[in-house]
């Protein structure tokens, strides 16, 4: 049985993925999508960071600000209701942008820039868990509220039936 899966051309970082006879599962492409949907984002962090900048060239802001003028304009290339199509002239757009900054600002100013998006992340992260913190205690005293509501309402019934 083991004989049937081919190992040998297994990525090394993903060693638990099989493939059978070439085809991938697809799980393991959400998670590779996912992750590069991740760095894109932090990408998109840290052109914001380096648009308010103090430090921050002129020109570096000029290409900060083509680059997410474009992004967010509803006039493009290629629009962006085409499936896959439409959001590539996006993707093409953020990567060129981001070389070009990283070409003209000061390494010291971008290396910030990245700290800052990284530490931003991570506070994201914290707000996220304590908002889901919240609303679990929130739903945990609505339930308990209801329970305890039921069972007097049961407990009432029973006597007054006696």
């Not at 894109?40 to 840290?46: R, T």
């Not at 085409?82 to 060129?96: A, K, R, S």
Request: proline residues 6%.
């Amino acid at each position: 049985m083991e004989s049937e899966f081919d190992n040998s051309i297994l990525p090394d970082s993903i060693p638990a993925v099989r493939r059978v006879r070439g085809v991938r599962r697809l799980p393991t492409r959400i998670a590779i999508w996912a992750e590069k949907a991740r760095e894109l984002q932090k990408q998109a962090h840290v052109f914001y960071f380096a648009f308010k900048h103090p430090k921050t060239p002129w020109y570096a802001r000029l290409i900060a600000a083509c680059a997410a003028g474009y992004l967010l304009s509803p006039i493009q290339i290629i629009p962006s209701f085409i499936p896959v199509i439409g959001f590539m002239d996006d993707l093409v757009v953020l990567v060129v942008g981001f070389k070009l900054i990283q070409k003209v600002m000061p390494p010291e100013v971008l290396q910030e820039c990245r700290d800052r998006a990284e530490a931003a992340e991570v506070q994201r992260k914290t707000e996220v868990r304590s908002l889901a913190r919240f609303f679990v205690f929130i739903a945990i005293a609505v339930l308990w509220l209801i329970l305890a509501i039921t069972g007097s309402l049961l407990v009432a019934s029973h006597f007054r039936h006696k």
